[in-house]
């Protein structure tokens, strides 16, 4: 096998040879003066004879030199050519999907594999940023909402489902004459204390026409995943959204208690820049979307 060329070499090379100075070269590849030159004197001992003529501080090709520039700097082109069009194409596959934690907790990382499944050309990376913000500035493509569409009227908005919340408890304190007024009479209610949760448990009451529970008197979490696992260990009941413990409920963990109640303070919504509508991958998402959130 022939003894392979550096390819910092070569950069180094085509960069002084179009710079005239090491220094101005150095600057270009944002690397040390001494860096260039000691691949350019790497590459001339590889090949056994000089390339350039040195008067003081400028360096200029020789006559070999210009020979073997008219040679590599198209091939080094093509290079860089082919690698930024592989970087670009990847990134082109790849997209930046906005939600909510807890929905990336208990919806997204259960959902990770059917979505690989559906299209695994796709790259989601998932990103967390709460209230209001700008996708294009944030670089976010998709946002799923969970709330309403106010404060988003310069963006594509589609429903994706209505917002239900649901009682849920661990199966092990059902029996057939359970009820949702027996469950609060016999354990504690779990509360999530974070202002985008204060108004599950008057609105489920409401609907249910029974008594809302002492908030100081109940267990209370800071986050949803810490009151699921809470209700799944048997340490109360909980009324959540529906959407959010869709996997602990397939796998058995928990159960609904009664029938959804409509969230009329939320729901969940897909949301992207109109011209974003163009993105064939963008498309391919939301399309999914609307498979997932209307099982």
């Not at 860096?35 to 001339?44: H, M, N, P, V, W």
């Amino acid at each position: 096998m022939k003894r392979p060329i550096p390819l910092k070499s070569i950069y180094s090379f085509v960069a002084v040879a179009e710079t005239g100075s090491m220094t101005a070269a150095a600057k270009a590849l944002n690397v040390s003066h001494s860096a260039i030159s000691q691949a350019i004197k790497t590459l001339e001992s590889q090949i056994g004879q000089t390339l350039f003529i040195r008067q003081g501080r400028s360096v200029f090709l020789n006559a070999l030199g210009r020979h073997y520039y008219k040679r590599v700097a198209p091939a080094l082109e093509q290079i860089i050519v082919a690698t930024e069009k592989l970087i670009e194409q990847q990134q082109s596959q790849r997209l930046t999907l906005n939600m909510v934690n807890s929905l990336a907790m208990h919806w997204w990382i259960p959902s990770v594999d059917r979505f690989n499944r559906y299209a695994p050309e796709v790259d989601i990376r998932i990103s967390s940023l709460t209230g209001h913000f700008r996708m294009e500035v944030e670089g976010v493509d998709v946002a799923i909402i969970h709330g309403k569409t106010d404060d988003w009227s310069d963006y594509y908005c589609e429903l994706l489902a209505k917002d239900e919340l649901v009682m849920t408890a661990s199966p092990e304190l059902i029996n057939a004459q359970t009820t949702p007024e027996s469950l609060l009479m016999q354990h504690p209610a779990i509360f999530v204390s974070n202002d985008r949760r204060k108004y599950d448990w008057k609105v489920w009451c409401d609907m249910y026409q029974l008594p809302e529970p002492n908030y100081t008197h109940n267990l209370r979490f800071s986050a949803s995943i810490q009151a699921v696992q809470a209700t799944i260990r048997k340490l109360g009941v909980f009324v959540s959204h529906k959407q959010f413990i869709r996997d602990e409920v397939l796998q058995g963990s928990l159960v609904e208690v009664g029938s959804p109640v409509l969230n009329p303070y939320q729901d969940f919504y897909f949301a992207c820049q109109p011209d974003k509508l163009k993105n064939e991958n963008i498309l391919v998402l939301r399309n999914w979307l609307r498979q997932e959130f209307n099982q």
